[in-house]
C-alpha cells in the first residue's frame, strides 16, 4: 500500500511517500480502508518529536511507527477475532496510529460509526480536536448557560470545535483570533471576536467565567487577570516552541491551582469511545459542523503539516486518500 513513512524525527523533509506492507489486523483491531486522515499539531509533535519529553511514548531516537497519523475516516476492511462492534464494510471515524496510509489498523474502541451527515473528509476531521474541545467544555469548564468564556486560538483546529460547543453549552463566547480569520469565528457562533494584534487583552480585566487557552501561550498571570474572581481556566495547548517539557504552564497552574479561588486546569482528551460518541451525537444534532480549510492528498502530507505549522489554517486541514470513498 502507499503510505507516509518517517525513519527519523525532524521538519517536514523527513516524510516520504513510499510503498509499504499493509498493515495486519489484531485480534483486538479493525483494518480501515483509509478514505481521508486529520492534520493536528500531534502529527507535527510526533514528526519532529518535540518536545523530547514526548519521545519516551513516541520512540527515543527515531518513532516507534514510522508512519504519522492518527485521525481516521474509511470503511472497515477486516475485524480481528475478538471485535464485536464493527464488520467489513462499516463506515467509522476515530483514531489509530498511521493513518497517513491507504490502510491503518485501529483498536475497537477507539471507532464509532461515522456520523450520516459528514463526508469521510469531515468526519476525518472530528476525533482529536473535538474530542479535546468537549473534554475542555463539558468536563473541565463545565459550561453553563450564561457563562462569559474567553477563547484564545478560537481559529484553529480545536478552537473552532471550542467555539461551537461553548456555544451549544449556553455561554456567551469571546473568541480571540487574527484579523483575518475573525469571519470564521463569527460564523462558527461567537457572540464577538477580538484580534489580538490590535487590541490588548489587559483591558478586559476580570471578565471572564471561563478561559479556554489554546493558542498564545500567554503566562499563567496574564490569563488570571482576565479571570472573574472565582473562574475556570482550562489550558489545553499553546505551549509555542518549549522543546524540552511542552507543558510548563500546566505544571505551574496544577502547582498553584490549591492555593487559588481561581480554577486552574489543563486538559488532555484521550478521543475515547464514548467521547467519540457524544461528539458523533452533537454532530448529527446539527450543533457541530467541522470547519475544514484545506484538503491535500496523501502524498503532499508535507505540504499540509507545513501548513499547519506556519499558522494559516483556518480549522482544520485534512488529507484525502486518492482512491479512498468520498462520499
Ligand atoms: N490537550 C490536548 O489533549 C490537546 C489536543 C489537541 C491539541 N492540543 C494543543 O492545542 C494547541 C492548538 O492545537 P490546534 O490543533 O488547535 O492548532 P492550530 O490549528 O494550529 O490552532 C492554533 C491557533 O492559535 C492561534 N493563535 C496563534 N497565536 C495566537 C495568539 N497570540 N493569541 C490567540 N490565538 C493565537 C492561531 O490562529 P490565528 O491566526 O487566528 O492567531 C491558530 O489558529 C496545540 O498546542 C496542540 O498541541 C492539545
Known amino acids: 500500500m502507499k503510505a507516509i513513512f518517517q525513519e527519523k524525527y525532524g521538519s517536514s523533509d523527513v516524510l516520504q511517500f513510499r ?10 483491531e479493525v483494518l480501515v480502508r483509509v478514505s481521508a486522515a486529520g492534520v493536528d499539531r500531534g502529527v507535527w509533535h510526533l514528526m519532529t518529536g518535540k518536545p523530547y519529553v514526548a519521545r519516551l511514548v513516541f520512540g527515543i531516537f527515531a518513532p516507534k511507527n514510522p508512519i504519522p497519523g ?7 476492511e477486516a475485524v480481528g477475532k475478538k471485535v464485536t462492534r464493527f464488520q467489513a464494510g462499516d463506515d467509522v471515524f ?10 491503518a489498523c485501529a483498536k475497537e474502541d477507539k471507532l ?23 473534554t475542555a467544555v463539558r468536563d473541565i469548564a463545565k459550561i453553563e448557560p450564561g457563562h ?7 481559529s484553529g483546529g480545536v478552537g473552532t470545535y471550542c467555539v461551537q460547543l461553548a456555544k451549544a453549552f449556553g455561554g456567551l463566547v469571546t473568541g480571540v483570533c487574527s484579523r483575518s480569520k475573525q469571519d470564521l469565528v463569527l460564523a462558527l457562533g461567537a457572540d464577538c471576536v477580538i484580534d489580538y494584534s490590535r487590541h490588548d487583552l489587559s483591558q478586559f480585566r476580570n ?7 489554546i493558542g498564545g501561550n500567554r503566562s499563567l498571570t496574564t490569563l488570571r487577570r482576565l479571570l472573574a474572581i472565582d473562574g475556570t481556566l482550562v489550558i489545553i495547548g499553546g505551549e509555542g516552541g518549549e ?24 486538559c488532555i482528551s484521550l478521543a475515547s469511545k464514548e467521547e467519540l460518541q457524544a461528539v458523533a451525537e452533537l ?15 496523501l502524498e503532499e502530507a508535507p505540504a499540509a503539516i507545513r501548513y499547519l505549522e506556519c499558522g494559516q489554517a483556518r480549522g482544520k486541514v485534512v488529507i484525502a486518500v486518492v482512491g479512498g470513498l468520498v462520499a
Not at 94 to 103: L, N, V
Open 94 to 103: 476515530g483514531t489509530c496510529e498511521g493513518s497517513f496510509a491507504e490502510y
Open 148 to 154: 462569559r468564556v474567553l477563547i484564545l486560538g478560537a
Open 283 to 297: 454532530i448529527e444534532a446539527g450543533k457541530l459542523t467541522p470547519a475544514i480549510d484545506k484538503m491535500y492528498p
Open 207 to 213: 471578565s471572564y467565567d471561563v478561559i479556554l487557552d
Open 19 to 28: 510503498t509499504v506492507e499493509k498493515p495486519t489486523v489484531k485480534d483486538d
Open 112 to 134: 464509532c460509526p461515522k456520523p450520516a451527515r459528514l463526508s469521510f473528509a469531515q468526519a476525518a476531521a472530528v476525533p482529536i480536536s473535538a474530542c479535546t474541545a468537549l
Open 243 to 266: 522543546s524540552w517539557f511542552g507543558m510548563g504552564r500546566q505544571l505551574q497552574a496544577l502547582l498553584l491551582s490549591p492555593f487559588t479561588r481561581h480554577k486552574l486546569r489543563s
Open 70 to 76: 492518527m485521525d481516521v475516516a474509511g470503511r472497515v
